[in-house]
């Protein structure tokens, strides 16, 4: 499609638009080939993620330490006021 310009706007003129219908049939659309299924069927099999349980386990104990940090400073007499 052509870029419309302010100029053309202005001047009242409509960019001509002309469209092509898809040269490809209905039933190529519709229809995988073999070898695309093939591929299609592989990129579903599960990934392996164990990695990243690690990081969230280090994660989790961080946030709990932490958690636990706050929670005996609230007990600490010389922080209130």
Not at 37 to 62: E, F, G, H, T, W
Request: hydrophobic share 45%; glycine share 2%; proline share 6%.
């Amino acid at each position: 499609m052509a870029k419309k310009s302010r100029r053309n706007r202005a001047r009242g003129k409509v960019a001509e638009t002309s469209r092509q219908p898809d040269a490809r049939p209905a039933q190529q659309k519709a229809q995988p080939s073999a070898a695309k299924a093939q591929v299609m069927a592989a990129s579903l099999q599960p990934v392996n993620y164990d990695y990243v349980k690690s990081d969230l386990v280090r994660i989790a104990v961080i946030a709990g330490v932490l958690l636990l940090i706050l929670i005996m400073l609230t007990f600490v007499p010389a922080l209130k006021s």
